[in-house]
């Protein structure tokens, strides 16, 4: 049975290497007797393991490291799919009810709007952001997406993050 033990090389600091081993002697030779709690575990334990010191990202069956870069690129994919959800919830605000006391729609335009998000992607610069203005009568929203400092359209944000995340899983970043 196979034994692998998962490490990470971070910013180009080779900390170790990952490792597949026949035997308990192989990779007590090469990484000492401190772990011997992970080589006699599976691969699901294993991983667990090293999970608490270093982050990892499991792709279908491959374990991937994840460094600052991947993790940052997340987080921005996360932030342009949270706008797109509500640029899409809020498509038809022309029709919706605004709250009725002023500090509920002051809540509501806070909880609904989202700062701007700017990324590279394929040599080109996008941003986007999302804004939402009550009245007394009236919700207005207002999506704002450019790329390379021109106006681009929703669908043109949702190709780029649909290859952002193509990119990310095949591991080009």
């Known amino acids: 049975m196979n034994t692998f033990i998962g490490t990470i090389t971070v910013d ?14 192989a ?8 772990c011997k709690r992970i080589i006699t575990a599976d691969r699901k334990a294993i991983e667990n393991a090293f999970r608490e010191f270093y982050p990892v990202v499991t792709i279908g069956s491959a374990t991937v490291p994840e460094t600052a870069k991947a ?9 342009i ?6 640029a899409m919830y809020m498509k038809n605000a022309y029709f919706f ?5 002023a500090n509920d729609r002051r809540r509501y335009e806070e909880r609904h709007s989202h700062d701007t998000v ?15 203005t009550c009245t007394c009568r009236y919700v207005y929203a207002k999506g704002y997406y450019a790329k390379d400092g021109y106006t ?22």
Request: proline fraction near 3%.
């Open 118 to 132: 700017t990324w590279s992607e394929s040599g080109s610069t996008y941003s986007a952001c999302f804004d939402v």
């Open 27 to 34: 990779i007590t030779d090469h990484y000492g007797s401190d």
């Open 81 to 86: 799919k949270e706008i797109i959800r509500e």
């Open 12 to 25: 180009g600091c080779d900390q170790e290497t990952i490792i597949r081993a026949e035997n308990q002697k």
């Open 71 to 79: 993790k940052e690129i997340k987080e921005t994919i996360s932030d």
């Open 152 to 173: 681009t359209t929703l669908k043109a944000i949702r190709y780029s993050v649909a290859r952002l995340e193509t990119a990310l899983l095949l591991g080009e970043i």
């Open 97 to 101: 009810s605004p709250p009725n006391r």
